[in-house]
Each structure stands twice: as C-alpha cells, then as structure tokens.
C-alpha cells in the first residue's frame, strides 16, 4: 500500500461478513468455475457480468415489496430514501442481489471500483438489518471518497483510530483480517450510528470532505501529494 491509510482495488463486505479482495472471473455466469455463493460469483456480480436476479434499487419500495412483511420497513424508509439519493448524487448504485452471488454469511459488498453497493436479499427482509447494512456500505462509499474521488480504487479512514469506541475496534478485530480493520472499525461504528452515514454522505456530495473530516496526517499527506488538496 502506498500509504496506511488507503487499500488499493478492494472490495468492501459488510459488518461481520468479511472482506473479499481481488478475484479474477469469466464472463457471464456460465462461466462460474467455483460454483454459486463462492467469490468466483461474487466477482461475475461485481464486474455486471452475472445480472440475473441483481436488480437496481430505486426505492425502498424496491426491496421491501420483495417480502411480506412490507409495513414494517415504514421505520427506516425516510432515512434509506434520504441516504439512497444522495449516494446516487454521488454516483453510487444499489442493487438487491440473490443469495448465489454471495459466500455463505456475506450480507452486502461495496465495490470501490465500479461504486456500486450488493445487497443480498436473503438478509434484507429484517429492516434493522437493512438499515445497519446500508449506513455500513455508505461509510465504505465516504472512505472512496475521502481518498480524493471514487473514481479511483482508493478508500482513506475518515477518523482517527483513536477516536474509534473500543467496541468497535474489538468487534471488527474478531471479524476481519488484520488489515481490514481500521477501515472495519469505523463502518461498524457507523452501521450503528444514526446519521453518522448519511453526514459524510452528505459531506462527500457537496465537495467538502477534506474540510468538514481533517484528513489523518497520512492521508493529507497523499492527498496532497497527488493534487487533491492545494
């Protein structure tokens, strides 16, 4: 890694889910050489190859109409609404995804270099879980934007490890590998956090990351270094 703070060409998984990493894949799903719910298929998802049954969400209509329990989701739909939109100004895209394209236990992905967020739809029909799940991928979407743009394949830490709740640190150490874990860390934090997400999100849609979240010294320094701060 160039820097502490950033992973090149990475692939984001959600809390307690683990952290898929580069993953070579054939096109289209026929070409699955390792089966479904393997990284092969998750790799087919990421890259568009493998679209059966991976639907963009528009709404949270989208993905509450795909259970019976559709009234229940009235809860969360200001905030997943609020936060769907903004993540499109960006230039993110939700998609709700069958179960197949994921390893067993994954519930979401962030993929940092297409910007496109998987939900897999056999663990959205809790929406507290949903609602978990989205502000945790968001993060991951504000960390690509906190290392210059998400047009590269860079993610930064927005905070500083030491202001990370020990629990958070702790959870995501039992969760994830070594290296993961700072980024871990904070998306956990922000999965349980009301608004924490969406003000990043927010900060990232109108340009004003690098003010509103000073940059670890590491991170300013890249940023600095290749043009994105004067």
Known sequence: MPFQTTLKNVIISGALLGMAHGMSVEAGEDKITKGYNSMDAMGCMLVR?????????????????????TEEFTSISH???TMLMTMNQIGIKVFLADQRYFPIGHRGVYHTVSNNVYLNKNYMHEPHVLMQLMRHEGW??????????IKNSMIAIIKP?????????????????AAAVPWEAEAGWAGRTANMTQDALDSCAAGTMWTDYEPTPLTGEWLRENGYIK
């Not at 059966?52 to 209509?61: A, F, G, H, I, T």
């Not at 490890?161 to 590998?177: F, G, K, Q, S």
């Open 49 to 69: 190859e493998c679209k059966k049954d991976v639907n963009e969400v528009y709404s949270l209509l989208d993905i509450s109409s795909q259970y019976d329990n």
């Open 79 to 81: 905030e997943f609404n």
């Open 161 to 177: 490890e030491e202001d990370v709740p020990m629990i958070w640190r702790v959870l995501a150490e039992r969760t994830y590998p």
């Open 140 to 149: 991951h979407a504000a960390q690509d934007c906190m290392a210059g743009t």
